[in-house]
């Protein structure tokens, strides 16, 4: 059973930073795309960042320069270190998987596996 389980998020003021983990277990993902997209309440869910099996990087806009994705293939998990952070990064974050894919994409149809979330809140 694959199981993506994401750790790190919590309640944080303006400008401080945050450390999330996406651990991977059930298969392996080191020749797979990954990524993170979070969802603020009432809206949909929207592309942050992606990293392809070699580690190349994109990055939505308005998270570039302070957002960095990394992934540890060794580890079978990828990270997103959020720096800055503002009160519109509020949202669940959610960590997903592509199945047959290395190609970092943007679109959340094009990620087969995803985790359960976890909270973020950036107070003002």
């Known amino acids: 059973q694959v199981q993506l389980v994401e750790t790190g998020g919590g309640l944080v003021q303006a400008g401080g930073s945050l450390r999330l983990t996406c651990a991977a277990s059930?298969?392996?993902?080191?020749?797979?795309?990954m990524g993170w997209f979070r969802q603020a309440p009432g809206k949909q869910r929207d592309w942050v960042a992606a990293i392809s099996n070699l580690g190349g990087t994109t990055y939505a806009d308005s998270v570039k320069g302070r957002f960095t994705i990394s992934r540890d293939n060794a580890k079978n998990t990828i990270y997103l270190q959020m720096n800055s952070l503002k009160p519109e990064d509020t949202g669940v974050y959610y960590c997903?998987?592509?199945?047959?894919?290395?190609?970092?994409?943007?679109?959340?149809?094009?990620?087969?596996?995803w985790g359960q979330g976890t909270q973020v809140t950036v107070s003002s």
């Open positions: 997903g998987a592509r199945g047959t894919s290395f190609f970092p994409s943007s679109s959340p149809t094009a990620y087969d596996y």
């Open positions: 059930g298969r392996t993902f080191n020749n797979n795309a």
